[in-house]
C-alpha cells in the first residue's frame, strides 16, 4: 500500500493555465506538507498543514494554494502558471507536529510540472 | 531560522571504497531533529533515519553508520563498502521540536556516484 500518492506523476500545461496536483496520506497523520523542488534538486517548504492551521511560506506567490477536503487529503491549485513554477513538487505527510516522538515527514513519489 | 550545509556537491568513489558524507547544521533551538533522505535516480525522497538533538549516540544499520557530533554541529553519514546501488541524492535536514508546523529544512544535497 502506498503511504502518501500523488496525482498526476507528470503534468505539462501551457503557461496561464490553472493546475491542481492531489496528495493523499493512509498513515493516519494530521500534518501535511507540500515542497517544492526546483531544477538544482533544492528542496524549500511551501505549506504545511494540520487541522488547526496552515503555515505559508512567505515565499510562495499567492497563484498557490493549498485546500485540505479532509485530514488524509492536502490538494495544491495553482492559477495562472508561469514558466517558473515548473519543477517538481513533492507533498509529505508527519504526525502531530510538537510530538515528541513522530515528526518525521514521509514524501510522495512527487509531482513534475512543466510550464510551457 | 535554520540552516543545513551539505559542502559536498558530488562525490564519486569506485564501488566497494567507504564514503562519509558531511552535513553541518545551525540553529537556536536546543530541541531539534536532524535527518537523511535518500533521493535515488527514479526521482523519490527516501527516509532513512532520524535523530534527536538529545541522543548522540552513533547509529549504524547495515552498511549506512551516522555520527551526530553537537559539539561540532555535524551530522555525517558514511557508507561502508559502497554499491552502484547507493549512487543517488542524498539530503540531510533539520526540523525543531514544537516549532510549528515549519517543515524541513533540506541541505542542498551531496549527489553521489558509485562506479562499478
Known amino acids: 500500500d502506498t503511504a502518501v500518492s500523488q496525482t498526476p506523476k507528470y503534468l505539462v500545461t501551457q503557461m496561464g493555465n490553472d493546475k491542481s496536483i492531489k496528495c493523499e496520506q493512509n498513515?493516519?497523520?494530521?500534518?501535511m506538507y507540500w515542497y517544492k523542488q526546483d531544477s538544482k534538486k533544492f528542496l524549500k517548504i511551501m505549506f504545511s498543514?494540520?487541522?488547526?492551521?496552515?503555515?505559508i511560506n512567505e515565499t510562495v506567490p499567492n497563484r498557490f494554494s493549498p485546500k485540505s477536503p479532509d485530514k488524509a487529503h492536502l490538494n495544491l491549485h495553482i492559477n495562472s502558471l508561469e514558466l517558473g513554477d515548473s519543477a517538481v513538487y513533492f507533498c509529505?505527510?508527519?504526525?502531530?507536529?510538537?510530538?515528541?516522538?513522530?515528526?518525521?515527514?514521509?514524501f510522495g513519489p512527487g509531482t513534475r510540472l512543466l510550464v510551457l | 531560522a535554520q540552516k543545513v550545509t551539505q559542502a559536498q556537491t558530488e562525490i564519486s568513489v569506485v564501488e566497494k571504497e567507504d564514503v562519509t558524507l558531511d552535513c553541518v547544521y545551525e540553529?537556536?533551538?536546543?530541541?531539534?531533529?536532524l535527518f537523511w533522505y535518500k533521493q535515488p535516480p527514479s526521482g523519490e525522497l527516501v527516509f532513512l533515519i532520524r535523530?534527536?538533538?538529545?541522543?548522540?549516540q552513533n547509529e549504524i544499520s547495515g552498511r549506512y553508520s551516522w555520527n551526530f557530533q553537537k559539539s561540532t554541529s555535524s551530522f555525517n553519514f558514511t557508507i561502508t563498502a559502497s554499491q552502484v546501488v547507493d549512487s543517488a541524492v542524498y539530503f540531510c535536514?533539520?526540523?525543531?521540536?514544537?516549532?510549528?508546523?515549519?517543515?524541513?529544512?533540506f541541505g542542498k544535497g551531496t549527489h553521489l556516484i558509485i562506479q562499478p
Open positions: 509529505a505527510s508527519s504526525q502531530e507536529v510538537g510530538s515528541a516522538t513522530q515528526e518525521t515527514q514521509y
Open positions: 498513515l493516519g497523520h494530521d500534518t
Open positions: 535536514a533539520l526540523t525543531v521540536v514544537g516549532g510549528g508546523a515549519d517543515g524541513l529544512t
Open positions: 498543514y494540520n487541522n488547526k492551521e496552515l503555515i
Open positions: 535523530r534527536n538533538s538529545f541522543d548522540e
Open positions: 540553529t537556536r533551538d536546543t530541541t531539534y531533529y
